[in-house]
């Protein structure tokens, strides 16, 4: 997810990709890959499950719009920009989790250290 979102920005700015703006949902076109104005943002085995997320900018708001559907429908919700990058960025990466194996059927996650 972190690298989703680093990459996306880096090719944003590389490439001089306009904004999506104030585009309205229904005239942005997810037939083919991710639009190029857009971010995907790469959730791993929840992309699998059909939940599928991409991060637009509009100015000062950016814009999260996903799919809980495989891609059906889209939903959007809109943040002050920066919201959803400094959210991804305070997750904890893989090196600084611990897997706790309870039994067979039960495994938890828990930060290192704490």
Do not use: W
């Amino acid at each position: 997810m972190k690298e989703s979102l680093n990459d996306g920005l880096v090719r944003l700015e590389r490439e001089n990709v306009p904004e999506i703006g104030s585009t309205p949902l229904s005239k942005i076109d997810f037939s083919e890959e991710t639009p190029c104005s857009l971010i995907y943002l790469d959730f791993g085995e929840l992309s699998n499950k059909g939940f599928v997320f991409h991060l637009g900018f509009n100015g000062e708001y950016e814009r999260l719009i996903y799919s809980l559907d495989s891609e059906q429908t889209y939903q959007e919700k809109i943040y002050q920009r920066g919201t959803m990058q400094n959210l991804i960025e305070a997750i904890p990466g893989c090196d600084e989790l611990k897997s706790i194996r309870r039994n067979e059927m039960i495994s938890l996650t828990d930060i290192r250290g704490m």
